[in-house]
């Protein structure tokens, strides 16, 4: 059975500092896709990454970055230099399925920045 | 810009009631999905959908059905609400193999008293 586990559940950082957000998941598929979403104050989630199984390359996308390491099941977030706009509840999630593309989600991290 | 609209923000229903969510998407997706979000659980999986009038179980089907009579619409039906079906539900589409993962809804907050 496939589950994303998020050990973190609440994070409180100074602005400018770097922080980590981790997820570990569990799968017996060889291909599987991992995804990150944040949920700001509104609510709606917006995406924010895709990986495959296949490519273990990391991600940098301005301030994000992404780690995937197979060898430990983990697929971990750091964002650089935080800011407030990133305040938010961040999932991690999983799919084994790239048609109907039902997505496991982990518990979800809440992270705040302060000013 | 393309949309999830869920038809309420909040919503407060007595126990016992039949409760509908209604959600649109106007991007012609094919899949569609209810999910439930409680603290400390993340989001649950409550039913799905991947074409007109087809449905599937997600994790935690009972005590809700849904319906998908057209592409665009999917709506979240509890029969007889209950207190432990307070929750933030969450709808969501996406295309077959998108790249993307989902687009989102804001979410109803359901209050059953």
């Known amino acids: 059975a496939q589950k994303v586990t998020q050990a973190q559940t609440e994070i409180s950082v100074v602005e400018k500092e770097d922080v980590t957000l981790d997820c570990v998941y569990e799968t017996r598929d060889t291909t599987y896709y991992l995804f990150w979403y944040k949920q700001p104050p509104s609510g709606e989630l917006v995406f924010l990454i895709r990986r495959n199984s296949f490519d273990e390359q990391n991600e940098i996308s301005g301030r994000y970055s992404w780690n995937f390491q197979k060898s430990t099941s983990s697929f971990n977030f750091t964002i650089t230099a935080s800011q407030v706009v990133d305040s938010a509840v961040y999932f991690c999630a999983l799919s084994e399925d790239q048609g109907a593309q039902k997505l496991v989600f982990g518990q979800g991290t809440r992270l705040t920045i302060n000013p | 810009d393309v949309k999830v609209t869920q038809s309420s923000r909040y919503l407060v229903k007595r126990t016992g009631e039949k409760v509908f969510l209604e959600c649109v998407q106007d991007m012609d997706h094919e899949n569609m999905f209810w999910y439930r979000q409680d603290p400390g659980l993340g989001l649950r999986l409550i039913y799905f959908s991947y074409d007109v009038k087809m449905k599937e179980k997600g994790d935690i089907p009972e005590g809700y059905s849904v319906s998908r009579e057209k592409k665009e619409r999917f709506s979240l039906i509890l029969e007889s609400a209950s207190t432990n079906q307070t929750s933030m539900y969450l709808c969501?589409?996406?295309?077959?193999?998108?790249?993307?993962?989902?687009?989102f809804g804001s979410g109803t907050r359901l209050t059953v008293v």
């Open positions: 969501a589409s996406s295309r077959q193999g998108a790249l993307h993962g989902y687009t």
